[in-house]
């Protein structure tokens, strides 16, 4: 290898973390190890000898907090990964008196072993470790030492980080769109990568990737999404929008709702009311049905809560919901809420044209 190019790999990697990141990820830490060695010094029954906290729980807590979404870092590896670790090393010292050779069996089991049950967690290598080579004290605890303080500790890590990932905006556990059974999938997933795809493209690569083919999947399509606002030039629904909207109060009738669709030639109208704050919106197949009558209040038959967008949505957004949600008309909202314009099938697909003639 070029010595330039094994220099730049040294380098640190292109991934950043924000500063509410960094703050989560510290702060998160600081209270879990904490609360981690308070509890397992409360817990009656302790040798003395034994620390209330061991030192692979620094490595867990840099999962849980800095790296959440990751399959190593999720409940059952966690807890399995660290506690069923600690078996294999007790087991190693108790069955093996020279240290080294201790040592290197409880690791080189370990790993299979929770490979073997799903539960890989890199800090539970360090807990075979530290059960094979801990000395006296830990061959006196035995077996107990996976419950204490490894399991404890463990626990509470698990559920400090639960409260402040989840506090702070970051589901934890993470638990990736489950793909869709049965159903025929939405347009874009029809023409686009599912799930399958990027997991049977993980398998060809037999790499042993530490990642959960939804959160590629959710990754690449984020990707597309953003290559697309591109390809439209960074275009918004703002300058895409028809201003002059036709709007309808929750208390004028279904009779009134018909003429103004009949009058301008429009399929759906807000429902908005008197400071243009949108409830609601009524369709044409929602007036003209049957069982419809004409004196009813259109609040009886509207659709609400409604799905709106915002002036600076970018227009690549609207792919998704009108193609995958079956949308055709999406009330545009300003910046203090209220009715701005709204957005049609027919603007979307003048757009997508253009974009595509210009290719």
Same mark, same amino acid.
């Given at each position: ?30 209270? =879990?190890?904490?609360? /981690? ?6 817990? #009656? ?34 807890? @399995? ?16 008196? +020279?240290? !080294?050779?201790?040592?290197? *069996? @409880?690791?080189?089991? @370990? ?5 073997? $049950?799903?539960?890989?967690?890199? %800090?539970? =290598? ?19 030492? @996976?419950?204490?303080? *490894? ?7 698990? *559920?400090?980080? /639960?409260?402040?990932?989840?506090? !702070? ?6 638990? #990736? ?27 060809? $690569? ?22 697309? +606002? ?26 009134? /709702? ?11 109208? %807000? ?25 009813? #209040? ?6 609400? #809560?409604?799905? !709106?967008?915002?002036? +600076? ?30 957005? !049609? ?15």
């Amino acid at each position: 290898m070029d010595r330039r190019v094994w220099i730049s790999a040294l380098r640190p990697g292109p991934v950043g973390y924000r500063r509410s990141e960094v703050l989560r990820a510290g702060l998160g830490a600081l209270f =879990g190890i904490a609360l /981690a060695g308070l509890t397992a010094q409360a817990v #009656p029954g302790g040798p003395a000898a034994l620390p209330w906290i061991v030192a692979p729980m620094g490595a867990t807590a840099v999962l849980l907090f800095a790296a959440p979404a990751s399959p190593l870092a999720q409940p059952w590896p966690v807890l @399995a990964g660290n506690t069923v670790s600690t078996l294999v090393g007790v087991a190693a010292g108790k069955l093996l008196d +020279d240290v !080294t050779l201790a040592a290197a *069996v @409880a690791v080189g089991v @370990a790993i299979p072993v929770m490979m073997a $049950l799903r539960c890989v967690h890199p %800090p539970g =290598g360090a807990c075979a470790l530290f059960a094979a080579v801990g000395g006296s004290a830990v061959a006196e605890h035995g077996w107990a030492f @996976a419950l204490w303080p *490894v399991g404890v500790d463990t626990l509470v890590l698990l *559920v400090v980080a /639960a409260l402040v990932n989840n506090l !702070t905006g970051r589901p934890y556990p993470h638990v #990736p769109e489950p793909p869709r059974t049965g159903a025929e999938p939405p347009p874009t997933e029809r023409v686009g990568l599912r799930t399958e795809d990027v997991r049977a493209a993980m398998d060809r $690569l037999d790499r042993g990737l530490d990642v959960m083919p939804g959160d590629v999947l959710a990754l690449v399509r984020d990707a597309e999404e953003h290559a697309l +606002d591109r390809r439209l030039g960074r275009l918004r629904v703002g300058v895409l929008m028809a201003r002059d909207v036709r709007t309808v109060q929750p208390q004028e009738t279904l009779y009134r /709702a018909r003429m103004l669709m009949n009058q301008h030639a429009v399929k759906a109208l %807000p429902v908005v009311t008197d400071d243009a704050r949108v409830v609601g919106i009524v369709t044409v197949h929602d007036l003209f049905n049957l069982d419809v009558v004409a004196l009813r #209040p259109v609040a009886d038959v509207m659709s609400s #809560p409604v799905t !709106t967008v915002g002036v +600076d949505t970018p227009v690549s957004e609207l792919v998704g919901l009108m193609a995958d949600r079956g949308l055709r008309h999406l009330p545009v909202l300003d910046d203090a809420g209220r009715l701005a314009g709204i957005v !049609t099938r027919a603007e979307l697909v003048a757009v997508l044209h253009r974009a595509l003639v210009g290719s």
